[in-house]
Structure formats: structure tokens, C-alpha cells
């Protein structure tokens, strides 16, 4: 499957911005979909996945912030971002699994990404 992210920009702090990632070249409703960053210096983050059956986790750092959804329609997931803060910046890029059902794995992990998505800068001024 091949994904491409959009939706980075220059926003304030207290904004919201809503990032897509457009997946293709596979059957959308299989693939545990998730989302990572990288700000500049440091290591990836896991900002946000949601499960094939429905479930979803966030990371510490954007938990009541940050909001993950999916449309298998569009074969899009989205993350929509509010109240972004200075150190939210940071390249934002989307992974995708084939994932079974009843996966209960920690799914916060980069390692178990199969597929990659280019990413989008996301920077918050102060």
C-alpha cells in the first residue's frame, strides 16, 4: 500500500489543522493506520494509531488534543489537531499494518509498520 500525507502548514499556537493521509494500492479496511512525528533533533514519536476493529490510542504528549478517525470511503485517515502548541512541530508522518482482527498488540511501536507515508511539516509559531 502507498501512502501520501498532506495538511502541514505554519498555524499559531492555539490553532487546529486537520492532516489526511490517502492510502492506495490496498484494501483499506485491513490496515491498522497510525500516525508519527519527528521534530527536528530528535527521535520519532508516536502521536496516534487506530486499529482495524475500531480502537484507538494516543500518545501522552496530545491525549485530549489530538483526535485520529478514518474514512474506508476515501481510504483516508485523518488527524485532526487542536490547541497545537510550539513544541508540537515537527514533520508528521503516517504508517499503515495488515492487521487481523483480534491483534491486541501495543501498536505504538514504529517496528510494526510495514508502510510509510512521506511526511508534512507542521510548524507552530509562539
Known amino acids: 500500500v502507498q501512502l501520501q500525507a498532506s495538511g502541514g502548514g505554519l498555524v499559531q499556537g492555539g490553532d487546529s489543522l486537520t492532516l489526511a493521509c490517502v492510502a492506495s494500492?490496498?484494501?483499506?479496511?485491513?490496515?491498522?493506520m497510525a500516525w508519527f512525528r519527528q521534530a527536528p533533533g530528535k527521535e520519532r514519536e508516536f502521536v496516534a494509531m487506530l486499529h482495524r476493529n475500531g480502537r484507538s490510542l494516543s500518545g501522552d504528549s496530545v491525549k485530549g488534543r489530538f483526535t485520529i478517525s478514518r474514512d474506508s470511503a476515501k481510504k483516508t485517515v485523518y488527524l485532526q489537531m487542536n490547541s497545537l502548541k510550539p513544541e508540537d512541530t515537527a514533520v508528521y508522518c503516517c504508517?499503515?499494518?495488515?492487521?487481523?482482527?483480534?491483534?491486541?498488540?501495543?501498536?505504538?511501536?514504529?517496528?510494526?509498520?510495514?508502510?510509510w507515508g512521506q511526511g508534512t511539516l507542521v510548524t507552530v509559531s509562539s
Open positions: 494500492g490496498g484494501t483499506f479496511s485491513r490496515y491498522t
Open positions: 504508517a499503515a499494518k495488515a492487521t487481523i482482527l483480534t491483534d491486541s498488540r501495543d501498536f505504538s511501536g514504529e517496528s510494526i509498520y510495514d508502510y
